[in-house]
């Protein structure tokens, strides 16, 4: 191997290089695979913004939005049910039970319980 990276240095670089990126990537998305399946159907609190929520309970962000009547994140900042009870005035716990309310329906809606 020394020979090889002496004579073709370069080529010897890359292949290092492209075999970092690919142990990274794969390990990134193991993490993310490990990290979403143990995290299904997490009970809704606070701190989670609505797209977490639509992973966790395997439903498009975007509609439950939508049907809740929540504000779409600006500029790729999602809001936390926090902040969108803040900004609307309301205790936390009324904007909590209208996401978990639009995740029955549409879990009802696909015939999943949920």
Known sequence: MI??????????FAFVLAL?????????I?????????????AVEPWM?????GRSWGLDPRE???RAGLP????????????IARDR???????????EQTIAEMQAERGKAP
């Not at 970092?20 to 990134?28: E, N, P, T």
């Not at 779409?72 to 902040?83: A, D, I």
């Open 3 to 12: 020979g090889l990276a002496r004579r073709h240095p370069i080529l010897v």
């Open 20 to 28: 970092a990126a690919s142990l990274f990537l794969a390990g990134r």
């Open 30 to 42: 193991a993490y993310r695979a490990v990290y979403w399946t143990q995290h299904r159907n997490v």
């Open 49 to 53: 913004t609505m797209g977490y929520v």
């Open 64 to 66: 439950m939005d939508q």
């Open 72 to 83: 779409v994140p600006e500029k790729g900042k999602p809001f936390t049910l926090e902040q």
């Open 89 to 99: 005035g309301v205790p936390v716990s009324d904007v909590i039970s209208l996401v």
